[in-house]
């Protein structure tokens, strides 16, 4: 029989082998969010109310191990994509994230990669004189650079933009 010392301690590791570290945050972030509670889960769910709470804790230390059907299960209940989970627990595993930010850039990211190596073999494939034996790990890289330079460039002006327009107001 294990202490609850030693299935707190399983807890963690289970969490951090299986990727889920940061997942249930972004879980209960979205259930905040969406004012559904634990109850609510529950019943959309078919997880017993108190398995539930034991996986859903607030205490990481408190945690149970979540199998994976009740990950599927509580994030389509939540709509939240595996792919969007995965990102918002990436971002979170960084220690100046926070969670409204992992939120945020996950649903964001979410949005780009969706669909997107399909469309880049689609592109290749199209390009004349292209083909696949072209493709390199280190385009990965530039193509990187240049989406964080777009990404500032744009954010850039969005603040820009909401600095004038905030000025304008309290000129008023």
């Known amino acids: 029989m294990s202490s609850p010392l030693m299935r707190a ?7 951090a082998a299986d990727g889920s570290a940061g997942l249930i945050e972004v879980i209960l972030a979205r259930m905040a969010q969406r004012q ?4 609510s889960i529950s019943a959309l769910t078919g997880i017993k109310r108190g398995r539930a709470h034991n996986i859903l804790h607030r205490d990481a230390a408190k945690r149970h191990p979540m ?3 009740e990950k599927s299960a509580i994030l389509r209940c939540l709509d939240i994509g595996l792919l969007e989970a995965s990102l918002a627990a990436d971002v979170l595993s960084k220690p100046e994230a926070s969670l409204s930010a ?3 850039v996950a649903t964001m990211l979410s949005e780009l ?4 190596p399909g469309d880049i073999v689609r592109l290749v494939e199209t390009i004349e004189g292209v083909d696949f034996t072209d493709v390199r790990p280190e385009h990965g890289r530039r193509l990187r650079a240049l989406i964080l330079k777009f990404v500032e460039r744009e954010y ?5 933009r909401r600095l004038k327009r905030l000025t ?3 000129m008023l």
């Not at 301690?9 to 969490?15: I, Q, R, V």
């Not at 850039?156 to 820009?160: A, T």
């Open 9 to 15: 301690e399983t807890s963690e590791a289970d969490d």
């Open 36 to 39: 559904i509670s634990l109850r």
């Open 67 to 69: 199998r994976l059907d």
């Open 102 to 104: 992992a939120g945020t």
């Open 113 to 116: 990669l969706d669909g997107l």
């Open 156 to 160: 850039s002006d969005v603040g820009v």
């Open 168 to 170: 304008d107001n309290e």
